[in-house]
DNA sequence: CAAGTTTCCCAAACCGCTTTGAGAACCAAA
DNA sequence: TTTGGTTCTCAAAGCGGTTTGGGAAACTTG
C-alpha cells in the first residue's frame, strides 16, 4: 500500500492526501479526517526511504562506537543509549549503532554526513586528541559530545558532569577525615573523563599539602577483576592507603571482594567512595555496607544529550549547548575516619 | 556532490558511473578505474536513502527493545547488539536500535515490515506467549529468535544455547558431588531461557529422587543486589542448601558477597555454579575462588544471529536454520563435595 | 452582482540512485 | 561486404514520497 494506491482509494490526488496526513494547513478538516481513517483502516504505512530522500532529513541519529571498543565493552554504554533511544523514539527518530566492521571509523562519519545517513551524532567518551570533533566540523554534521574536550569547552556542543568537582569532593571528604593516604582506581586515562577525576583527586591531595603518589593509583578497563587485582595491590603494600576512590562501581565491587579477602572492614579499616553511573542492575545502597558514591545517572546523561542533539538539529543556527552538571556526593556507610 | 555531477565531470552518464562503482560487468576495466579514481578523489558518497529507495533493500537490520525494557537493564543486551553490530558492519549493514517512545512496540515491527525500514529483525528474549513471532509472520520480515519459543520449535529461524542441557549438566554435576539440597537463582520466568533453565534443575532432581523446593528457588531480574539477598535468604534457612545454581554472574556476585557475609566458605561449605555469558568486565576466572561456571559468550551469539539472519536475508526461499548450541560445563574452584 | 479571499485540491517536478531496453562502435568470421 | 557477436555507453523509466505553483469552487465583501 503506497501513497499513490492510498489516493485512488480515497478519489483524491496524492499531494491532498499527503498534506492530509502530514497535517499540512491546506487540506479540510473533513478531509483530512476521512484521509487518516482510510490510511489507518488499509494500515498505509509511508516508506521511510522514500520519505527520506524526499525531505532530505534521515530522522535518525547515530552513534559510532570506536574500533577498539573499549568503550562498548563497558556496560554504561548500554544504559547510556538507552536512555537515548527513548528519547529518540519519542520524536520519531531512529537510532543508527555503527561498530566494528572493516571500515575506518572516520569515513563512518564521511558516509554518515555525506551520504546523509543520519541527522547528527553523538559523541561518547572524548579522548585526548581526539580527532572526531575537528572531523565532524569540517563535515557540518550537528553533534554533541558526551563529556568535554581536552581543554576547549567552545565551538561545540557538549554535556558533561563535574567529574573533577566529583572526585575532588570525594578526596576531600576523605581528607577532612584524616585519611592521609588515598588511593585512585581510575578509568583509561587516555579519556577525558578520567583525566578529570584524577586532576579533581589530586587537587584535593595538593590543598592538604599531601603527597602525589603513582603507586596508589590505577588506570585501566574497569573491570571487576582489575577493581580486585589492583585494590588488593595497593591494600598489601607496607603503607597501605586507609581509604580508595574508585571510578566504577564494578571497579568497586572487585575492591570490595579484595577488602573482604584482606579482612578490612569497610568503613572502618578502610574507606571507599566509588564512582556509581547509576547502572540498575548494581546498587550502591544494595550493598553491605552501603556505599558512599559520588553519583550522577548515566541513563539521564543519554536521554539530555538526545534532547541536545535534537534542538541542535532542529535550529542549526542556535547556541550551542553547554552543560555541565553536578555530581552529588552521597554518603553512607563506606567512608568513616581513619582509625587511629 | 551526487551521481550526476560526477557523471558530468566524467562526461559519462549516470548509467555507466553507477555500474562502475557497482561492478557491473557491462563496463570497461579502464572506465572502471578512472571512475573510481575519480569518484575517490571527489570525495563522492552515494546517497543511502535514494540507494534504498531505488534498490528496495535498507541494509539494515533492526532491534526492537520491549518497552518494559527488563531486556535493556541487563547488560548482556550490550555484548550482543556488540557482537551483532561487528558483524553487520563487516556486511555494509546498518543497525537500527528502537527502545521505548510512545509507539506501541508491535507497531514499530509493523512500520519496519511496511515501511521497508529494515531488512530484518532479530527477536530476543522470547517470552510465555510471546506475540512477536505471529506477527512477523504475518509481516513476512525476515526474522530470527535468539533463544526459542514455548514449546515450538519449527516454522522459524532460531539459534539458542543449550539452557536446558546446560542446568541439567549443572545440577548433575552436584548431585553426583552428593549434595541433595541445591538452590536455583534464576532469571525471570516469564523468559523462556529461565524456564529452560529451570527445566534442566528440576531433571537433574527428579533424576536423583530429590525433592523439589520452591523455597530454594528465586526468579527475578539478575541484579547484585537480587543475588545477594537471595542467596542470603536461602543461606539462612534452618536446612539450608549446601549448593546453589545461579543464572547470571551479576546474581552471583552477589551470592558469593551474602557466602561471605555469612561466613560460609565457597567451594567447601557452599558450592556454587554460575551461567557465564563470558561479558568482558565480569570474568570467571577473576574471582576467587575461580568459579565453576557453564559458559557460552553472548557476544559470539550476536554474531553469529546476526550472520543467519543475513542469509536469511540474502535467501528468503532457504530452509529455516536451527541452531542449539551446546554449553560448556567448565570446572573450577567454586564446586566441591558436600560436607559431611 | 462583480471582485476579492479562502478553502480545497491537483498535475507535475523533484530528491538521487538503480535498472531496463536499446543503440553505437568495434571486431572477427563468412 | 555482410552478418553476428562483443563491448561499451546512454536516455529514460522507475522507486515512493514531498513540495511547488497554480486553478477551481465556495464564500465574503463592496
Known amino acids: 500500500m503506497n501513497l499513490k494506491e492510498l489516493a485512488k482509494h480515497l478519489g483524491l490526488s496524492q499531494t491532498t492526501v499527503s498534506r492530509a496526513l502530514n497535517g499540512y494547513p491546506e487540506v479540510g478538516e473533513a478531509?483530512?479526517?476521512?484521509?487518516?481513517?482510510?490510511?489507518?483502516?488499509?494500515?498505509?504505512?509511508?516508506?521511510?526511504?522514500?520519505?527520506r530522500l524526499a525531505t532530505g532529513r534521515a530522522h535518525a541519529i547515530g552513534y559510532v562506537f570506536p574500533t577498539d571498543r573499549t568503550v562498548m565493552i563497558d556496560p554504561l554504554f548500554s544504559d547510556f543509549v538507552a536512555g537515548a533511544a527513548d528519547i529518540l523514539a519519542l520524536h520519531g527518530f531512529e537510532t543508527l549503532l555503527h561498530a566494528g566492521g572493516?571500515?575506518?571509523?572516520?569515513?563512518?562519519?564521511?558516509?554518515?554526513?555525506?551520504?546523509?545517513?543520519?541527522?547528527?551524532?553523538?559523541v561518547q567518551a572524548p579522548h585526548v586528541d581526539d580527532p572526531r570533533v575537528a572531523l565532524l566540523n569540517e563535515l557540518k554534521l550537528p553533534y554533541i559530545v558526551h563529556g568535554r574536550l581536552d581543554s576547549v569547552e567552545d565551538g561545540y556542543a557538549w554535556l558533561d558532569i563535574d567529574n573533577l568537582g566529583a572526585f575532588h569532593k570525594a578526596t576531600k571528604l576523605l581528607t577532612d577525615l584524616g585519611h592521609r593516604r588515598i588511593g585512585l582506581l581510575n578509568g583509561p586515562e587516555k579519556l577525558i573523563y578520567a583525566l578529570h577525576?584524577?586532576?579533581?583527586?589530586?587537587?584535593?591531595?595538593?590543598?592538604?599539602?599531601?603527597?602525589?603518589?603513582?603507586?596508589?593509583?590505577?588506570?585501566?578497563?574497569?573491570?571487576?577483576?582489575?577493581?580486585?587485582?589492583?585494590?588488593?595491590?595497593?591494600l598489601q603494600m607496607k603503607d597501605r592507603p586507609t581509604a580508595l576512590i574508585v571510578s566504577s562501581m564494578l571497579l568497586i565491587s572487585g575492591a570490595m571482594r579484595a577488602a573482604h579477602e584482606l579482612r578490612l572492614e569497610i568503613g572502618k579499616d578502610i574507606s571507599?567512595?566509588?564512582h556509581d553511573d547509576g547502572l540498575p542492575f548494581l546498587n550502591a545502597e544494595g550493598l553491605v555496607p552501603t556505599l558512599t558514591t559520588t553519583s550522577s545517572s548515566i541513563r539521564n546523561a543519554g536521554s539530555r544529550v538526545a534532547e541536545l542533539l535534537l534542538e541542535l538539529i532542529e535550529k542549526p543556527q542556535g547556541e550551542l549547548p553547554h552543560e555541565l552538571w553536578n555530581v552529588d556526593l552521597i554518603v553512607r556507610g563506606s567512608t568513616g575516619p581513619v582509625a587511629s
Open 31 to 51: 478531509t483530512r479526517k476521512r484521509v487518516a481513517e482510510v490510511a489507518a483502516h488499509l494500515g498505509y504505512r509511508p516508506n521511510a526511504h522514500a520519505r
Open 272 to 274: 571507599l567512595i566509588g
Open 102 to 122: 572493516q571500515e575506518d571509523e572516520m569515513s563512518v562519519y564521511r558516509r554518515f554526513a555525506e551520504g546523509g545517513a543520519v541527522d547528527g551524532v553523538v
Open 197 to 234: 577525576r584524577r586532576e579533581g583527586y589530586e587537587k584535593a591531595l595538593r590543598e592538604k599539602g599531601l603527597p602525589h603518589n603513582p603507586a596508589l593509583m590505577f588506570s585501566g578497563l574497569m573491570t571487576e577483576e582489575n577493581g580486585y587485582r589492583e585494590a588488593k595491590r595497593i
